[in-house]
Structures are given as C-alpha cells and as structure tokens.
Nanobody
Framework: QVQLVESGGRLVQAGESLRLSCEASTGSFIVWTVGWFRQAPGKEREFVAAISGIGGRTFYADSVKGRFTISRDNAKNTVYLQVTSLRPEDTAVYTC???????????????????WGLGTRITVSS
C-alpha cells in the first residue's frame, strides 16, 4: 500500500521559514500530481499548493503566493513545500496528497486526490 509521509513542521516565530517534505513509498509517485493542503484549528481544510507530474506545473492558493514554493525531487520520491515569512494565520496541520493523474484536473480540489498522508503541524507564534 502506498504511503505518504510528511515531515518538517514545528513551532516557529513569525517571519521564519521552514521546508516541509512529503516522501512517498512508491516510485510511481514521480508522475503523480501532488498537493499540499492545510487545516487550522476550527477551520475547514484548504488548498495550499500543487505540482503536476508532467512538466512540474505549479499551482498556489492566493494566500500563499510569493511566500510558499512547491517543488519535487523525483530521485528521492519527495515533494517539498518551502514556506517563508510565516504568519500566525499559517498555523495548521499541513498534509500532502497524491493524485495519480500526471496532469491534474482540479489541483485545488481535495476529492481529486487518492492518497493522503497524516500531516505535519506548523505552529507560528507572534
């Protein structure tokens, strides 16, 4: 069974940066579209960013454009989310998800993703 494992979240101060990782247990991951979503306490899950399996096209939520960068290292079966200039409102559990389509249909739609990790928590103090 394919697994996605996130890492990199921790407690930080506002303005700091982190790099989150999403590592897959299968090599076929390299052609998947991979998305990052987050869920803050008491709020609904929201789309953060995604990267396609073909061409590495990237997609971002307006709230993170210019601050977050998604990338992938296919040799390591890993997708990264570089998060910079963190704000208290970025506090959430960040979860990666895999869509077996190499070209995403709706990269911001959670229901298009087949496999989900358990998440990694970022807490941003002011």
């Amino acid at each position: 069974q394919v697994q996605l494992v996130e890492s990199g979240g921790r407690l930080v101060q506002a303005g700091e940066s982190l790099r989150l990782s999403c590592e897959a247990s299968t090599g076929s991951f390299i052609v998947w579209t991979v998305g990052w979503f987050r869920q803050a306490p008491g709020k609904e899950r929201e789309f953060v960013a995604a990267i396609s399996g073909i061409g590495g096209r990237t997609f971002y939520a307006d709230s993170v454009k210019g601050r977050f960068t998604i990338s992938r290292d296919n040799a390591k079966n890993t997708v990264y989310l570089q998060v910079t200039s963190l704000r208290p409102e970025d506090t959430a559990v960040y979860t990666c998800a895999g869509d077996r389509r190499a070209v995403p249909r709706r990269p911001d739609e959670p229901y298009d993703y087949d496999i989900w990790g358990l998440g990694t928590r970022i807490t941003v103090s002011s």
